[in-house]
């Protein structure tokens, strides 16, 4: 049985309350960014990406807005792995991430780690034609990034292929990321290191 004697001791226990849920609160926050934020890259997961992509496509239809994907994958990634280690290959990959970010829109577009070499961007209020300069634009500046490898005299460059698509009237999202995925395997078909635009 609890015993309050004074006005005093009743203030003190609603402050160590509210102490206490403030803090659990915190902490629910935290696990909850950690359940969407890809470990290796900083980026969003896939599971947030899969909701995100609902929404914004969702949004897109009923405010007639444009909205355009990117699908994003590394060039003979499995061979860099094979030949360098994979420890080289997260570097790779951070690298990539850290390049998307700051090429991202902030709080606009939404950019994740699909899975293994894999990355998507979310890009709302965004044509085909505007995410297409987008995509060559970081293409351009991944290229152009060296990898310096202990075991190798000169620096080692990776590049990327990327597939763009473009929301389509009254379609929905796993329609564009089929789309999205279909144009960037022709970038890969096509050589590698370039875009393509689904449909075009």
Known sequence: KLNIKSLHEI????????IMSLKLNESYKRLETLSIIDKLTGLYNRRYFDEALEKEVLR??????DLSLMFI???KFKHFNDTYGHTE????????????????RNEIDIACR????????ILPETTSNDAFTIAWRLIRDFRGIKFHI???EEPVQET???GVAELEYEGDSKTLL?????AMYEAKKLGGNRVCDYGV
């Open 150 to 152: 202990a075991t190798e």
């Open 89 to 104: 290959g997260d570097v790779v990959l951070q690298r990539l991430g850290r390049l998307i970010k700051e090429q991202a």
């Open 11 to 18: 203030e003190e226990l609603l402050n160590s309350f509210n």
């Open 60 to 65: 897109a239809r009923r405010f007639k807005h």
């Open 160 to 162: 990327i292929s990327i």
């Open 114 to 121: 699909y899975g293994g070499e894999e990355f998507t961007v």
């Open 178 to 182: 089929v789309q999205a995925d279909k």
């Open 73 to 75: 994958d590394i060039d």
